[in-house]
């Protein structure tokens, strides 16, 4: 009997955790937890570096190929409206819930940054001004694409496919062999992707054996009521928030998405990279939820970069949190200037482990919060990264049905109106 890669995927999910729980208790000094974990190692870095590997020819040829086939359809400008207008709208509701849970239950309050000397003890937080920040991000959005290629640089390639899809599309029937190949190349390394899935069940759970065998449990208990702020909002905007805008718009079921979705979900969970998803994300979005491959090759991979509802979440909620070990009080003002800070800052983020740990340096200063404080949050971010990379990858699918549906409303429209004109 061969089993679904589904079902596989849920028993990797599932022994991935059991032995993990088996390392803990052994110790993960013990022969067998050493051997265990060695050979999980193994298996995960080549499951990643295999994702790793078709990322950029992925990347670069689902963007220069969408943005391509869009301009055909003369859809290019409402699908830009729809997919920025769904990034920043799904991001501002996650922030919204997660600074309006901290209001009510105040984490952190009660403890206090002295308890954590010891941490923030050495730890250097390096200075990262709005300033600072922009310039870096603005130089580097456009950089030699061979650079970028062979650096894996997922938004200099992002930006330099858009430039070659107009540039494409512009051209005509000049360029059309240049689409063909692209075209092949994106079919050639989808091909591969499905290779790679064969390994998934693998990948994930040697992964989450050691997430799961590596967990500070005592300073996760401490730190408990953050923990359970942070992962209680960020599911119920994984399933009731989006999954609503879902349904509002397109009246597909949720089950029938999270069905559609949960291999791109559970992978995201394990790596904790939205750009080493991304390959899988696709292979979702086109395959189980049917999107048209012409908006999923454009929204998906712009997603993966860009728009990150569980960071959004994560950065403002984290920098209340500090606030409240600081014992200080942050008034409304401020409150929208985290919400500000805490959008651009999930922006930038790239879509690699703890990525949103370095961008929330910026939200702290934006309010004059200690730099130094994310210390004490960095030993129990790789779980809290799991949570908030999946729903990352979540907003991108939702995001690519919501604008596939906007815009063939529009198109429908359009052409009664031309009709009736
Ligand atoms: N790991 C997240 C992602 O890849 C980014 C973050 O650290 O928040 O989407």
């Avoid at 089993?3 to 088996?22: A, E, R």
């Avoid at 050979?39 to 220069?64: N, Q």
């Avoid at 239950?105 to 403890?111: A, D, I, M, Q």
């Avoid at 920040?133 to 894996?152: D, M, R």
């Amino acid at each position: 009997m061969r089993l679904s890669l589904n079902t596989q995927i849920f028993l990797g999910v599932l022994l991935g955790v059991l032995l993990g729980l088996l390392f803990a208790q052994l110790g993960t000094e013990a022969t067998l937890s050493r051997h265990g974990l060695y050979v999980g190692g193994l298996v995960s870095t080549v499951f990643i570096d295999l994702l790793k590997m078709v990322l950029v020819p992925l990347v670069f040829t689902s963007i220069a190929v969408g943005v391509a086939n869009l301009r055909l359809h003369q859809q290019m400008h409402r699908v830009w409206v729809a997919t920025l207008g769904f990034f920043v709208v799904s991001m501002a509701a996650a922030m919204v819930l997660g600074l309006t849970a901290c209001n009510l239950f105040e984490p952190g309050k009660g403890l206090n940054l002295a308890m954590f000397q010891t941490a923030m003890h050495g730890f250097d937080a390096k200075q990262m001004t709005l300033a600072d920040f922009f310039s870096k991000f603005l130089h580097g959005l456009f950089v030699n694409p061979f650079a970028a290629l062979a650096q894996g640089n997922v938004l200099a390639i992002v930006m330099f496919a858009l430039f070659l899809g107009v540039a494409l599309v512009l051209g005509g029937e000049r360029y059309r062999t240049v689409l063909a190949l692209l075209q092949e190349g994106l079919e050639i390394t989808l091909r591969m992707v499905g290779w790679i899935m064969h390994l998934a069940p693998f990948g994930i759970m040697a992964l989450l054996a050691q997430l799961v065998a590596s967990q500070n449990t005592a300073l996760l208990a401490s730190l408990a009521k953050f923990v359970a702020v942070i992962v209680g909002t960020t599911l119920l905007h994984s399933v009731l928030v989006l999954p609503l805008m879902l349904y509002a718009v397109t009246r597909i079921k949720p089950l029938a998405f999270f069905r559609g979705a949960r291999e791109a979900l559970i992978t995201a969970f394990a790596t904790s990279s939205s750009s080493a998803t991304l390959p899988v994300t696709l292979r979702c979005a086109e395959q189980h939820l049917h999107v048209k491959p012409d908006i999923a090759g454009f929204v998906i991979p712009l997603g993966a970069t860009i728009n990150m509802d569980g960071t959004a979440l994560y950065e403002a909620a984290a920098a209340l949190f500090i606030a409240n070990l600081a014992g200080v009080e942050l008034n409304a003002v401020q409150q929208l200037i985290v919400f500000c800070t805490a959008m651009i800052a999930a922006i930038g983020a790239p879509g690699i482990p703890s990525a949103g740990m370095v961008t929330m340096v910026m939200v702290l200063q934006s309010v004059g919060l200690p730099a130094e404080a994310i210390a004490i949050l960095l030993p129990i971010d790789r779980i809290l990264d799991t949570v908030r990379t999946m729903v990352n990858v979540q907003g991108d699918m939702i995001g690519s049905l919501i604008v596939q549906k906007l815009v063939a409303g529009d198109a429908a429209r359009g052409t009664r109106s031309r009709t009736a004109n």
